[in-house]
Every structure is written in structure tokens, then in C-alpha cells.
């Protein structure tokens, strides 16, 4: 995974995004779930859990290794939605304001690849400065057909004083 700077992302303005309301946004690239992220995200999270953690131990399980943190492979989606929408021109910065629905519904298995798939499902202005956005988010799992997870995220905009782009 490379960092990415969001001046060098496309950018897209709210109004542009307001036309997109139900409208598919755009998929991530792919990202690999090495062992070595695992570990990395155990070490940051405080989870060591041995089903992530301890590949002998997991081989023996049904899954046949470690498997991703579900909160690993969720907090992936914030750079796979600058992926796969860009930047917000207009805004100043975002703000992650939480889910209305979150669901992890398969197992990422190290040495897997996964991906978002962003749907921006509404856009609401909530006063001058202030847009909130409601994207529908698949991360998917390369070869197979149940995703990762499924989720409603909720994020906001803050807009410009004078509406310029920044």
C-alpha cells in the first residue's frame, strides 16, 4: 500500500457529486492482505488473537490460514473511497461521522486481495458549509462472490467560507 496524497487525486465538487446520487462511484484498486499487515494491525489494535496471528495454529482451521482483522479490512475503505471517487474539490476537509449499518460477511484469508466499490446512496446539505454523504461500501474479495463486508457509511464535507475550491 502506497500513502496517498489527495492533491493528486481526480477531484469531483458536491454538486457534481449531487447529480451522482445512486449512481455507482467507482471501484478501489486491489490491496493484498499479507500476514505482515496482519501482524502490523495486531500490533496497532492490541488484537493478537492466534486465528490472525499464528499460522501453524490456523492452517488447522477451516479457513486454512490467518485471517484479516474485520476492523483491518474496514479501516482500509477510507483510502479505497479516495480511490475509487477521488478528491472532493470543494471541500476543506472530511470528516468521518460513523455507520448506519456495518456487516463483515466473509473471512479475508491472508494473501488474499480486496477492494471498495462505492455507491453514493445520498448527499445532504445541512447548512452552507456542510454536506453529508451517505455511501453504500462492498469490499470485495478477488475470486469470490461474498464480500468482505457491507456497509452504510455516513461521511461529511466541510465546505469553504467563500465555496471556493481548495
Known amino acids: ?42 500490533a496497532v489494535s492490541g488484537d493478537h488473537q492466534w486465528i490472525h496471528v499464528d499460522p501453524g495454529r490456523a492452517a488447522a482451521t477451516p479457513f486454512g490460514s490467518t485471517i484479516a482483522h474485520g476492523f483491518l479490512v474496514l479501516s ?50 445541512l447548512d452552507a458549509r456542510t454536506v453529508q454523504m451517505k455511501w453504500t461500501v462492498t469490499v470485495e474479495i478477488a475470486g469470490t462472490d461474498k464480500p468482505a463486508l457491507v456497509a452504510d457509511w455516513v461521511t461529511r464535507a466541510m465546505l469553504a467560507a467563500d465555496g471556493t475550491p481548495q
Do not use: C, H
Open 76 to 125: 482500509l475503505i477510507s483510502q479505497f473511497r479516495a480511490e475509487a471517487v477521488g478528491n472532493i474539490s470543494d471541500a476543506v476537509m472530511g470528516i468521518n461521522y460513523g455507520f448506519d449499518r456495518l456487516r463483515f460477511t466473509a473471512p479475508v484469508t491472508t494473501g488474499s486481495r480486496v477492494r471498495g466499490r462505492f455507491t453514493l446512496a445520498e448527499l445532504d446539505r
Open 1 to 42: 500500500m502506497s500513502a496517498l496524497n489527495s492533491s493528486d487525486l481526480p477531484g469531483i465538487t458536491t454538486a457534481e457529486l449531487q447529480d451522482r446520487v445512486g449512481s455507482d462511484l467507482g471501484v478501489s484498486n486491489w490491496v493484498t492482505i499479507d500476514q505482515d499487515l496482519v501482524d502490523r494491525f495486531a
